[in-house]
């Protein structure tokens, strides 16, 4: 007898498992993260982790309500959420209020709400939308403008707060375009742009020990050298490729060339526009000498706590650096440092095992979907959530720059929290919809 199984019945509970398994951790993270060197009061509901506690049974009320929604009515209303997210953006640059420089909350009391972070889930369902009409793919110019822009405007609303690293998160998004058929010749350009970008930097770094260079000119002659180095591959092409594939390859060599030192010329320009400390948390990355002696303060000081955990860390709520507040925002963009000082080198790479499953999981949901509204919106799910875990990490461990973002599910905060919630469990409530089965 052919019968459908109930939602419930049909939920990814392995997903769901993965994610309470983080907020879990999260909120222990947390809670020794914020309590100092006195011992945590439990009961403590005005406290940060106290109120992590709250925004996590909240979370997981918002989850069991999505779970119980139609996934037509996410489909339906994509240009709904979307449209309503934009002016929220619009809205929180003329009245919100600023948290360490960036306009980007909205107070109510002793709360705030980020807009942003509701931003990326929209913009994933919008893309979604966009990219199901037909066939599914990046069909022509004008599907591929649509799609930028729906990107496009809430990161430049993003990053007009500022807040950059938010800004990069939607720049992700790219990764979903690229499996809907962007040709692979964008993320080469891209990838060339960055290699230049800090070569760039690098080379303008060593001016200061040659100054008889000259900033410009060693920039120019650095990209001389790529011009020189693609004219020797050009002239080898024939030798490697396939009589019919050598004037295509040729013409993506060169588009691409052209492509990544537009690209790498905005970067540099940009990077040159950007306020004094987000510069030079550029230039610490790469370790370039900086006039203010405390530019590298959280990078030293993560990666001091992050070491001093060993193989098997100092125990929950042992942490000294952690104790002690050695690190700026320890509970929030800096809460794998709490991590690697209580947990280790084990408890760390637990966590990183746990995301990549997590993220290999998305990917696994994404690839049985028949609905092309639902794999294109799981890609904007799996690139949203890469970035985040991408840059966090990156971040803490001296391998990125050090910008505002929130390692998902286990960050202080209530926005970031829910923004991940929304994102995941609307994903899971589609993919419960994806077939009828036997039983």
């Not at 339906?76 to 619009?90: A, P």
């Not at 690229?178 to 964008?186: D, F, H, K, P, Q």
């Not at 990209?223 to 020797?232: E, G, M």
């Not at 526009?273 to 000498?289: A, N, S, Y």
Request: charged content about 15%.
């Amino acid at each position: 007898m052919r019968r459908s199984q109930s939602v419930g019945q049909r939920i990814d509970w392995f997903t769901v498992g993965i994610v309470a398994i983080m907020m879990i951790l999260g909120w222990l993270n947390v809670s020794s993260a914020t309590a100092g060197a006195s011992p945590v009061d439990w009961l403590d509901w005005g406290s940060k982790q106290g109120k992590q506690l709250i925004w996590i049974l909240i979370c997981s009320v918002l989850a069991v309500v999505i779970l119980n929604i139609e996934g037509e009515f996410f489909i339906r209303t994509s240009i709904l959420h979307y449209v309503i997210n934009v002016v929220l953006l619009l809205t929180v640059l003329i009245i919100g209020k600023k948290v360490g420089g960036a306009r980007s909350w909205f107070g109510f009391g002793s709360m705030s709400i980020q807009p942003s972070e509701f931003a990326k889930p929209a913009a994933a369902l919008l893309l979604a939308w966009l990219l199901s009409r037909g066939d599914g793919k990046l069909r022509d110019l004008k599907t591929l403008v649509q799609s930028i822009a729906i990107v496009s405007i809430p990161a430049a609303l993003t990053l007009l707060q500022p807040d950059a690293g938010t800004t990069l998160v939607f720049g992700g998004l790219i990764f979903t375009l690229y499996r809907e058929g962007l040709s692979g010749n964008v993320l080469i350009a891209g990838f060339c742009a960055l290699l230049i970008t800090v070569a760039s930097i690098l080379t303008s770094a060593a001016t200061v020990d040659y100054p008889w260079i000259g900033e410009q000119s060693a920039i120019g002659l650095l990209w001389l050298i790529l011009v020189v180095f693609c004219l020797i591959f050009w002239q080898l092409i024939p030798n490697i490729v396939v009589p019919r594939n050598r004037r295509r390859v040729r013409n993506t060599t060169w588009i691409s060339l052209v492509a990544a030192m537009l690209l790498s010329a905005g970067m540099h320009t940009g990077l040159e526009q950007l306020p004094r400390h987000q510069r030079e948390r550029v230039q610490v990355l790469f370790g370039i000498d900086v006039s203010n002696p405390d530019a590298d303060y959280n990078i030293r000081h993560a990666k001091a706590a992050i070491g001093s955990g060993g193989l098997s860390g100092k125990g929950f709520l042992n942490g000294p650096m952690t104790a002690y507040g050695f690190v700026p925002e320890q509970e929030t963009d800096f809460i794998f440092c709490t991590v690697g000082e209580e947990w280790g080198f084990l408890g760390s790479t637990f966590v990183i095992i746990l995301f990549t499953v997590l993220l290999f999981r998305i990917l696994a949901i994404a690839e049985r979907q028949r609905s092309d509204f639902t794999r294109v919106y799981a890609y904007g799910v799996v690139s949203i959530l890469f970035m985040h875990y991408l840059i966090n990490i990156g971040m803490v461990l001296g391998l990125a720059p050090v910008i505002g973002i929130p390692l998902p599910f286990f960050s202080a905060g209530g926005s970031s929290l829910m923004g991940f919630t929304l994102l995941v469990f609307i994903l899971l409530r589609l993919d419960a919809e994806r077939v009828s089965v036997l039983r």
